[in-house]
């Protein structure tokens, strides 16, 4: 590929998939620094991210057949992984590690959880045939309620509270491709190692016999392994078992958008 093909390709991609995916993170970060309830708009598309995931889906696609159609031909299918592709994944985490095992200090007793499953997005480009780098963000949001003991004059009794818990996530990864390793027709098996920077806030901390807004932040190793599995060229599905101190595994959708074709 020459400089001006891939300047080219570059544009492409920024203008066909960049305005999907930046206006995401922008939103889940200043999420997590303020209440959601007065954020009507952020609070409805978390509570409807079951049909915001399609549309954004069909967003790739358009983009997608964008690039399709540039060609004037039909092309049989690449190789799982190619060199200088770019691939979108969005994708929903489950078995959530901060839900399930939150903990409370004496003089308190935990009640139910709600919210919506962690979200996940990524944006891989491949360096070459076998090793993609991925920017990679995630957000998590959900309440937990808990009861807090009292002594009263009349004895004890209890105050129901609700902490939520919000939480967005960024990094890189690199990933490595075993496509010359696993002969899967279709198939698309990785690895990938990075870390990933957590910001954290709480609403309703626990804290002695009180409770208090808290914000926290660390950093943590991202080791995953998955696949894709391509229903079309562009199209495929997408799931990865690991850590990332997020979700134990999450599943989704990919597009991958080709390089430009070189011409005779």
Not at 174 to 199: C, E, M, Q, S, W
Request: proline fraction near 4%; include cysteine.
């Amino acid at each position: 590929m020459s400089i001006p093909q891939l300047i080219a390709w570059g544009m492409f991609v920024f203008r066909k998939v960049m305005p999907v995916l930046a206006v995401i993170p922008s939103l889940l970060h200043y999420a997590v620094y303020n209440n959601l309830n007065s954020l009507p708009l952020v609070s409805y598309i978390i509570q409807n991210m079951k049909t915001y995931l399609p549309l954004l889906l069909m967003l790739c696609a358009v983009a997608a057949h964008g690039q399709d159609t540039t060609t004037h031909k039909k092309q049989a299918m690449h190789n799982s992984y190619v060199r200088h592709s770019v691939i979108p994944s969005v994708s929903l985490g489950f078995v959530d590690e901060y839900r399930n095992n939150y903990s409370l200090p004496s003089g308190f007793s935990k009640g139910n959880t709600s919210g919506f499953v962690p979200v996940y997005v990524k944006l891989e480009y491949g360096l070459s045939n076998h090793v993609g780098l991925a920017a990679t963000v995630a957000y998590d949001a959900f309440n937990y309620n808990f009861r807090q003991q009292f002594e009263g004059n009349n004895g004890t009794f209890n105050r129901n509270k609700t902490n939520a818990f919000r939480m967005f996530s960024s990094g890189l990864t690199a990933f490595y491709h075993l496509g010359d390793v696993i002969h899967v027709k279709r198939l698309d098996p990785f690895v990938g190692l990075g870390f990933t920077i957590n910001n954290i806030r709480y609403s309703a901390y626990p804290q002695g016999d009180s409770t208090m807004v808290r914000t926290d932040h660390n950093a943590a190793i991202y080791l995953k392994a998955g696949t894709r599995y391509y229903i079309s060229d562009k199209f495929s599905l997408y799931g990865d078992l690991g850590y990332d101190k997020h979700t134990i595994f999450s599943l989704g959708f990919s597009c991958r958008f080709l390089p430009a074709k070189k011409k005779d």
